[in-house]
């Protein structure tokens, strides 16, 4: 397949995936970034890999596993040092609903 | 300026043999890395009182007679994406900005174990994501062979520590050549290991079936003492192997008789790279032969279509480990939010330099509906017709020789605005991360007054291999000992 020219628009719909929120010029830039990197990965295309299996990963183990023993776990007050906005050993965000659709 | 420290080897035995103490090895380390810091741009930063006080219980044990390891005191840096407990942990991003680690690192506890001194947290690109350390939001570190091109990367900081000598030997993480390649660039000596065979618990996540803990130090000796601490099994880490480690420096007799030493010709075009590069490399070959290693052809077919494999499988990757990254938890938080959505657009917006964002919506992009099986999936089926020519190839040899790069060290800023040239930066390293081998870069020459690195590559858990099969180079070639001109 043909590798797709990436818009403005796409790249709106991929930044908003990836939660990230692009002023107009980087939107442009990285919108021709992004088109120049699929004309250079497209060349993949070209490889026929009818029947072969893709590899996720190298090691082809199984999952280990392992007894189930309790161990100390990090202590909340310690994981929530990292805060950046926290009560007690809650972490606190901006309201989840916009009150317009609350 | 303070002097040099000499390699591992040496220090241990000045240690043992009471000539020199480990306080007076870590200060020499702080000083010189302070002294070339303001032009050289390697650390992030040093623990100074933390490595003096370290440094002083090392010399109590060995007073007492009861030293961790031989390396017990000796001074070592840290790639900062290696979590050390109560340090800041920063990955180069601003987006971890005032971030303190809760926890270290399987593999710098196990520095810890033997006594060896973190004594600073080293330059990187963005959560490791780079060939030149450039992209860094502390600012780029320089190459000690010419200030105007860059160290590689992204383990940028920790080849250029070890080049200039504050420290013996480093720690650095490889996804894609991060380690291979800025010791290249540098002039020394960096191992990646065999996927698994060191603990990732503790390493920030970039592509997690491709990141890989190694070593970097002057000599293959070093290399093979370090990674003897590192490697080993972690039971918090699922994909670390479960082999026992052998013992490296052991497997350094020097003897590389009847090693057949395969020459992929894909690796060595007729056009293309750098002329000098090649001939440096075959020099390099040419030396271990007349030792009485042997050279045969090998071919590695797929090798053209690995940069393009590995963009579309680390981005995926890095989208996915890089959504934890959400103002939340930890790290940067945007205060210009109304709403939990509008937060996490702008504190990842604000948080993340360019190559990071362009990395995510590329991985974002390939795992999107409608793509996935035409650029994620296919680069997982291309994936394994890689590692099978590494397997069919290694029929016929017990090593591989490329050059690590293709080029010396570019200049700084000359491929910052073309990400497509950026990566072909990486077309000899990849490969082998893909495949999840072990691999060796090891300074064989000049090119221009920059130097230039061979390759070797082994089957998995090879280790001995290309330690012992570099070290017999290194016995019989100085390469590995100059050290650029201002630091010497």
Redesign the interface.
């Known amino acids: 397949m043909d590798a797709p020219g990436i818009t403005l628009e796409d790249l709106r719909r991929l930044a908003d995936l990836a939660r990230l929120e692009l002023g107009d010029g980087e939107a442009t830039a990285l919108a021709a970034d992004l088109a120049r990197i699929l004309g250079f990965v497209r060349q993949l295309q070209e490889l026929d890999t009818a029947g072969v299996p893709p590899t996720a990963h190298v090691m082809e183990l199984a999952t280990p596993l392992r007894e189930d023993e309790p161990d100390a776990p990090l202590p909340p007050e310690e994981a929530i040092r990292n805060a950046p906005a926290h009560e007690g050993t809650a972490f606190l965000v901006p309201q989840v609903l916009d009150s317009d659709e609350a | 300026m303070v002097a040099a420290l000499g390699t591992l080897r040496e220090l241990a035995h000045a240690l043992e043999a009471g000539t020199c103490s480990a306080h007076e090895l870590v200060r020499q380390s702080l000083e010189r890395a302070e002294a070339l810091e303001p032009a050289l741009g390697a650390y992030l930063g040093l623990r100074a009182e933390a490595a003096l006080r370290e440094a002083e219980e090392a010399d109590r044990r060995r007073a007492r007679g009861a030293p961790r390891s031989p390396l017990d005191g000796i001074p070592v840096a840290v790639k900062d994406n290696l979590a050390i407990r109560g340090e800041p942990l920063s990955c180069g991003s601003r987006i971890l900005r005032?971030?303190?680690s809760?926890?270290t690192s399987t593999a710098v506890a196990h520095l810890e174990r033997a006594g060896l001194v973190v004594v600073g947290r080293t330059n990187l690109d963005e959560f490791a994501m780079g060939s030149s350390t450039e992209h860094s939001c502390a600012g780029p570190t320089r190459n000690p062979f010419d200030p105007e091109r860059t160290p590689g990367g992204s383990s940028g900081g920790s080849a250029a520590a070890v080049a200039t000598g504050s420290v013996p030997a480093a720690l650095g993480s490889d996804t894609g050549g991060s380690v291979r390649q800025p010791a290249s660039f540098c002039g020394v000596v960096g191992l990646k290991p065999t996927?698994?065979r060191v603990s990732r618990l503790g390493l920030v996540a970039f592509a997690s079936?491709l990141d890989q803990v190694g070593v970097l130090a002057r000599s293959a000796e070093d290399a093979a003492l370090l990674l003897g601490v590192v490697a080993g099994h972690d039971?918090a880490d699922?994909?670390s192997?479960?082999q026992p480690v052998p013992d490296y420096a052991a497997a350094l007799s020097g003897d590389v008789s009847g090693l057949r030493i395969g020459i992929p010709k894909e690796y060595f075009p007729e056009q293309g790279g750098n002329a000098a590069v090649f001939e440096r490399v075959r020099a390099a070959v040419a030396e271990l032969v007349s030792a009485g290693a042997r050279e045969v052809t090998v071919s590695l077919p797929?090798t053209?279509?690995a940069?393009?494999?590995y963009?579309?499988i680390c981005t995926a990757e890095a989208?996915s480990n890089l959504?934890r990254y959400?103002?939340?938890?930890?790290?940067?938080?945007s205060p210009r939010?109304?709403?939990?959505?509008?937060?996490?657009?702008?504190t990842?917006?604000e948080g993340?330099g360019?190559e990071v964002?362009?990395r995510?919506?590329?991985g974002?992009?390939v795992l999107?509906a409608g793509y996935f099986d035409?650029?994620y999936?296919?680069?997982?089926?291309?994936?394994?017709?890689i590692?099978r020519d590494f397997e069919r190839a290694f029929e016929h040899c017990d090593l591989i020789a490329t050059p690590t790069t293709p080029e010396p060290a570019f200049r700084l800023g000359e491929r910052e605005r073309d990400?497509?040239s950026m990566?072909l930066s990486d077309i000899y390293t990849v490969s082998v991360n893909?495949?999840?081998l072990p691999a060796i870069s090891v300074p064989c020459g000049e090119v221009g007054g920059l130097p230039v690195g061979l390759q070797l590559i082994a089957p998995p858990l090879g280790e001995p291999e290309v330690l012992r099969a570099a070290d017999a180079y290194q016995r019989r070639t100085d390469w590995h000992r100059r050290r650029p001109a201002e630091a010497a």
């Open positions: 005032g971030y303190v809760p926890f996927y698994g079936s039971p699922s994909t192997l479960p797929h053209r279509h940069i393009a494999t963009y579309l989208s959504a959400d103002g939340v938890r930890y790290g940067h938080r939010a109304r709403t939990l959505a509008e937060m996490y657009r702008r990842r917006s993340f360019a964002k362009r995510i919506l590329l974002t992009f999107s035409a650029y999936r296919k680069a997982q089926q291309v994936r394994t017709l590692r990400p497509v990566y893909l495949a999840g």
